[in-house]
């Protein structure tokens, strides 16, 4: 894990004004922060909301008709995202440095030559530092069960990918707060620790006005990054010289501790879960030694009972007990043809090795 590399996020609640439209001096504020971070040595990596705001502030007195929400969502992220990656570029050069534009769906994390095509990507902008990548969803081409919940999603999955060690959500408010933080009597929440899930606030499922995540979707995107040992932290975007504070260890914002690391492929395999996946459905025998957790088991053709789908080797396949309970993920050995003519027979090769299983959690 890199000490010196860190995924920055952007709401777009913290890009836009009160008007809706981009707000140039914020934008100019963050990226000369990111450019100091850039030049006292840190890899950064942007992921910047703010695409359908753009293109909807872009096209306010435009006769525009849309037949559907994601239509309408598609038609005014494919105008605003080359409007906002404009922006960024213009207010880039006048520190030298350009940006390079990385569009992203659920697909390019479940599947494994597209996860590795841009973990190598990112780690090839990492060697010059006169490029700041800039991430968001391919809102253009994402379908339903292809899109984040929100960017929070987003920047947590590449700050697993990445191997950082912190990941920075900036809001527009300060932080965490122990009650609504509209009530009176509110107070700041400075650390959550992962590992006291009964200490934590209950959080308001409420959006902003111009974006899909809320507090609840940050906290549970923090939740994820921590199993894998990245500390977040959640500030406001508009605190004075807010980045290099928080990398100084200034207690700002709610700080959201680590739990636990996990390396190579089942850093992969841990989040990539789509309802759309093929599955297996395995024995109760074999059910209940995943359930134990006492020892590393791979998943052989006698212990599964049926399966679903179709899928190829090296593609991603869900694993299910009787009941229809999901268990976790794995890649499997073959493919569902050769899987087809094995199924249930003693002596035949691994389906899923273990290396290659990831469990959910409990």
């Given at each position: 894990?890199?000490?010196?590399?860190?995924?920055?996020?952007?709401?777009?609640?913290?890009?836009?004004?009160?008007q809706?439209?981009?707000?140039?001096?914020?934008?100019?504020?963050?990226?000369?922060?990111?450019?100091?971070?850039?030049?006292?040595?840190?890899?950064?990596?942007?992921?910047?909301?703010?695409?359908?705001?753009?293109?909807?502030?872009?096209?306010?007195?435009?006769?525009?008709?849309?037949?559907?929400?994601?239509?309408?969502?598609?038609?005014?992220?494919?105008?605003?995202?080359?409007?906002l990656?404009?922006?960024?570029?213009n207010?880039?050069?006048?520190?030298?440095?350009?940006a390079a534009?990385?569009?992203?769906?659920?697909?390019?994390?479940?599947?494994?030559?597209?996860?590795?095509?841009?973990?190598?990507?990112l780690?090839?902008?990492?060697?010059?530092?006169?490029?700041?990548?800039?991430?968001?969803?391919?809102?253009?081409?994402?379908?339903?069960?292809?899109?984040?919940?929100d960017?929070?999603?987003?920047?947590?999955?590449?700050?697993?990918?990445?191997?950082?060690?912190?990941?920075?959500?900036?809001?527009?408010?300060?932080?965490?707060?122990?009650?609504?933080?509209t009530?009176?009597?509110a107070?700041?929440?400075?650390?959550?620790?992962?590992?006291?899930?009964?200490?934590?606030?209950?959080?308001?499922?409420?959006?902003?006005?111009?974006?899909?995540?809320?507090?609840?979707s940050?906290?549970?995107?923090?939740?994820?990054?921590?199993h894998?040992?990245?500390?977040?932290?959640?500030?406001?975007?508009?605190?004075?010289?807010?980045?290099?504070?928080?990398?100084?260890?200034?207690?700002?914002?709610?700080?959201?501790?680590?739990?636990?690391?996990?390396?190579?492929?089942?850093?992969?395999?841990?989040?990539?879960?789509?309802?759309?996946?093929?599955?297996?459905?395995?024995?109760?025998g074999?059910?209940?030694?995943?359930?134990?957790?006492?020892?590393?088991?791979?998943?052989?053709?006698?212990?599964?009972?049926?399966?679903?789908?179709?899928?190829?080797?090296?593609?991603?396949?869900?694993?299910?007990?009787?009941?229809?309970?999901k268990?976790?993920?794995?890649?499997?050995?073959?493919?569902s043809?050769?899987?087809?003519?094995?199924?249930?027979k003693?002596?035949?090769?691994?389906?899923?090795?273990?290396?290659?299983?990831?469990?959910?959690?409990?």
């Amino acid at each position: 894990m890199s000490a010196k590399r860190v995924v920055i996020k952007l709401g777009s609640q913290t890009i836009l004004n009160e008007q809706g439209e981009l707000d140039i001096p914020q934008l100019e504020s963050i990226v000369a922060q990111i450019i100091g971070l850039k030049e006292a040595g840190y890899q950064v990596i942007l992921v910047s909301s703010g695409a359908v705001a753009t293109g909807r502030a872009n096209t306010k007195d435009m006769p525009l008709k849309y037949q559907n929400i994601i239509e309408q969502k598609q038609m005014l992220a494919s105008i605003g995202q080359a409007k906002l990656i404009e922006i960024y570029n213009n207010i880039l050069k006048k520190h030298g440095v350009i940006a390079a534009q990385i569009l992203l769906t659920k697909e390019d994390f479940r599947q494994r030559n597209h996860y590795l095509n841009t973990y190598n990507l990112l780690h090839g902008l990492f060697k010059n530092n006169k490029v700041l990548p800039i991430v968001n969803e391919n809102d253009v081409t994402s379908i339903n069960e292809l899109m984040f919940t929100d960017n929070d999603e987003l920047c947590a999955l590449i700050g697993i990918q990445m191997h950082v060690k912190q990941l920075i959500i900036l809001t527009s408010i300060d932080g965490v707060y122990d009650q609504n933080p509209t009530q009176t009597g509110a107070k700041l929440i400075s650390v959550l620790d992962i590992n006291q899930k009964e200490s934590w606030p209950k959080i308001s499922t409420d959006k902003t006005i111009y974006g899909r995540g809320g507090m609840l979707s940050k906290l549970a995107s923090a939740r994820k990054a921590a199993h894998f040992g990245i500390t977040t932290t959640i500030a406001n975007a508009r605190i004075k010289e807010v980045l290099p504070r928080l990398l100084n260890e200034e207690a700002i914002g709610t700080k959201i501790l680590p739990y636990k690391q996990d390396k190579g492929i089942k850093r992969w395999l841990a989040h990539t879960y789509s309802s759309a996946m093929p599955f297996v459905i395995i024995n109760e025998g074999i059910s209940a030694i995943f359930e134990k957790r006492e020892k590393a088991v791979s998943l052989l053709p006698v212990g599964i009972i049926s399966f679903e789908g179709e899928f190829t080797k090296g593609d991603l396949v869900s694993i299910r007990d009787e009941k229809g309970n999901k268990l976790g993920v794995g890649l499997a050995g073959y493919d569902s043809t050769q899987l087809g003519e094995v199924i249930g027979k003693r002596g035949q090769k691994v389906f899923i090795h273990y290396n290659k299983i990831a469990l959910f959690e409990e």
